[in-house]
């Protein structure tokens, strides 16, 4: 059953990991190089959309490291998987603190009510999402790890 757990696991949290590598180095691009508004409109309509999965995927990934550290704290790896669950707990935080307010924010942005400063928080919130990204791909890759 524990090694169930842990493909499981560590399957939710790649594919989380997938989505958010490609917000970052994929979607970020394309609306970036979208014409006039549309690029806005786009990153407020994908904020509406992720921003209402990614806070289940985050906690349940969180949720599931952690019953994997507490199973198999007897077996080789429980270290990596409980730092791993630390680096994921430490993304939440960086979500809650850092990211959804600006997410929150952007996701009501039509060209008519953005405030003048749009173009500047948006490139703040991509600078965070970066270091998110690190962070779940360390989690990821020590997840991967305690495997073997």
Do not use: C
């Not at 958010?20 to 786009?42: C, H, K, T, W, Y």
């Not at 953005?114 to 600078?127: G, T």
Request: glycine content about 8%.
């Amino acid at each position: 059953m524990l090694n169930a757990l842990e493909v499981v696991t560590t399957v939710v949290v790649g594919v989380m990991v997938g989505v958010e590598f490609s917000v970052a180095f994929v979607m970020n691009r394309i609306f970036n190089a979208l014409p006039e508004d549309s690029g806005q409109l786009g990153r407020a309509h994908g904020g509406r959309m992720l921003g209402a999965v990614m806070p289940v995927w985050y906690i349940g990934s969180l949720a599931l490291v952690a019953i994997w550290a507490l199973a198999g704290w007897h077996r080789p790896g429980a270290g990596l998987v409980a730092t791993a669950g630390a680096l994921l707990l430490l993304s939440v935080i960086m979500s809650i603190l850092l990211l959804v307010p600006i997410n929150n924010r952007n996701k009501t942005w039509t060209p008519d009510n953005r405030p003048a400063d749009w173009k500047k928080q948006l490139n703040r919130w991509e600078r965070f999402h970066y270091v998110r990204v690190a962070v779940i791909i360390a989690a990821f890759a020590l997840l991967v790890t305690a495997l073997t």
